[in-house]
C-alpha cells in the first residue's frame, strides 16, 4: 500500500464496498427477473450462476473493508457535514424511485400492460443514477444510468414481447431487460471495486 493511500478516509474505500454490495444484490434481482421471463428455460443453472456472481461480488467488498481497517477513521467537520447532506439526498432520491416504481406498477396493472412494467422500472432506475453520479461524484453511475434507460428503450422498440423457444414460452422484455440490467449493474460493480482498490493503493491508477 502506497503513503498516499494512508491518507484517504477510511469512509471512502468503505462507501465503495456499500456501492458494490448494492450493484450486486440489485443486479442479481434484475437476473432472476430475467430468469423468470424464461419460464423455466436454463433453470436451475441460470439462477446458480447469478447466486454465484453475487458472492463473488460480495468477497470483493468485503476484501475492500478489510484492507480499509489500515485507513484513518479521522473526517474533518467539513466532510461530516458533507456526507450528512449527502446521506439526505440519497434518501430522498431513493425513496422517489421507490414512488416511481410503485406508481409504475400501480398504473400499468390498472390499464392491463403489464408487459411494460420492467421496461419502465428499468428507466427508472436508469433515471435515479444520474443524480446520485453527481451527488456520490462518480462518474461511472451516469453510464449505468445511460445504458439502463437505452437497454430498456432499445428493447421496447426492437424485441418482441414474446418468444417461442422450443417449448418454452419466453417473456422477451422481461429476459432482455433482466438480464440486461443485471450485467450493466454487475459491470458496474466491478468497475467500484477497482476504484476502492485505486484508493487503496493496491493497483496503479
Excluded at 5 to 22: D, E, K, L, N
Amino acid at each position: 500500500m502506497t503513503h498516499a493511500s494512508s491518507t484517504i478516509p477510511r469512509a471512502a474505500v468503505r462507501g465503495s464496498a456499500v456501492g458494490i454490495f448494492f450493484m450486486a444484490f440489485f443486479g442479481t434481482l434484475w437476473a432472476y427477473t430475467g430468469i423468470m421471463g424464461l419460464n423455466g428455460w436454463g433453470v436451475p443453472l441460470l439462477l446458480i450462476a447469478a447466486i454465484t456472481i453475487c458472492i463473488v461480488l460480495f468477497i470483493c467488498g468485503v476484501s475492500l473493508i478489510r484492507a480499509s481497517r489500515e485507513l484513518t477513521n479521522q473526517v474533518s467537520k467539513t466532510d461530516f457535514r458533507r456526507g450528512n447532506r449527502t446521506m439526505f439526498w440519497f434518501n430522498i432520491i431513493f425513496a422517489a424511485e421507490g414512488l416511481a416504481i410503485f406508481i409504475t406498477i400501480a398504473v400499468c396493472n390498472a390499464t392491463r400492460h403489464s408487459e411494460l412494467i420492467p421496461l419502465i422500472i428499468a428507466i427508472i432506475v436508469g433515471v435515479h443514477f444520474l443524480p446520485l453520479a453527481h451527488l456520490f461524484r462518480v462518474r461511472i453511475y451516469y453510464f449505468t444510468g445511460t445504458l439502463l434507460c437505452l437497454l430498456a428503450i432499445i428493447t421496447l422498440l426492437f424485441v418482441p414481447e414474446k418468444v417461442t423457444l422450443g417449448e418454452y414460452k419466453i417473456n422477451a422484455f422481461m429476459s432482455v431487460v433482466g438480464f440486461g440490467s443485471a450485467l450493466i449493474l454487475w459491470g458496474t460493480s466491478l468497475a467500484i471495486w477497482l476504484i476502492g482498490r485505486r484508493l487503496l493503493g493496491i493497483i496503479p491508477k
